[in-house]
C-alpha cells in the first residue's frame, strides 16, 4: 500500500481540489492554468475594458435583480464558450476536466457552467453573501480565477470565506494573485471582497445542477 505522502503526490490537481472539498468543502491551488494562459486572458480582460464591454454587476435574479452599489460595486462581463479566444478555449477545457473530476468523486450532478469576467476598481468591494439565489439552489460550486499580476498583500483585495454569517473572523484569506483558483460549495459559505487600492481581475463561474422543474 502507498504511503499517504506517496499517494498524494500520484493524484493529479484536479483530484485534489476534489478532495479538499470532500474534506473541508473549498480548495485554493496555484497554476492549474498555466502562466503565460492566465497572461493572456488578463490581456483580453484589460482589453475588453477599455472597449466598455463590462457593465455594473447585479444582486439577485429576474424580478428580484437590483444594482445597489452599496453591496457590490464591481463590472462583469458574461463569458460564451462558443466565443472563445484560444486562451479562454483552454479555461473552458480545464473547467470541463474539474466537472468530470467532481461528478465522478463526489457524486454532485453537475452539468452547466456559467461564468464571467469580473473588474473591481480601487475601493470597490462586494459585501458579505452566498452564491446561491433566494429560493434557488442550480448553483452548486463557486469556482474563482484570479488574473493580477504582481499581487502584494499591501493592495488589499482578499476574498474572505466564513463559515456562516454570523462568524466574524473568517475562515480562509485568499488574495487575488495571477493563476490563483479558488472553488468552494457555493451555499456552504459566505464570502466578501475588500476594496482593493488597485484594479482587480477575475474570472469567477459557477457549476450548476440540473433544474428538475424545467425536466418535468
Known sequence: MLERSTAACLET??????NDLQQQG???CDDLIA?????ELRQEALAQWQQGAFNPAGVGRGQ???IDQ????????WLAPEHSSPAQAIYWQTIERLRATLNRRLYLGLVD???HLSVYLPGDRYRRHVDQFRGASLR????????????QPTSGGELLLYIDRQSRSPLQRVYPAAGKLVVFMSADFPHEVLPATRQRLSMTGWYKKRDLLKAL
Open 64 to 66: 428580484d435583480r437590483i
Open 26 to 28: 473549498w480548495s485554493a
Open 70 to 77: 452599496t453591496i457590490r460595486s464591481d463590472k462583469v462581463s
Open 13 to 18: 490537481p484536479f483530484e485534489n481540489i476534489a
Open 113 to 115: 457552467f456559467e461564468a
Open 140 to 151: 452548486e460550486v463557486s469556482v474563482i480565477l484570479y488574473l493580477n499580476d504582481d499581487w
Open 35 to 39: 502562466p503565460a494562459v492566465v497572461a
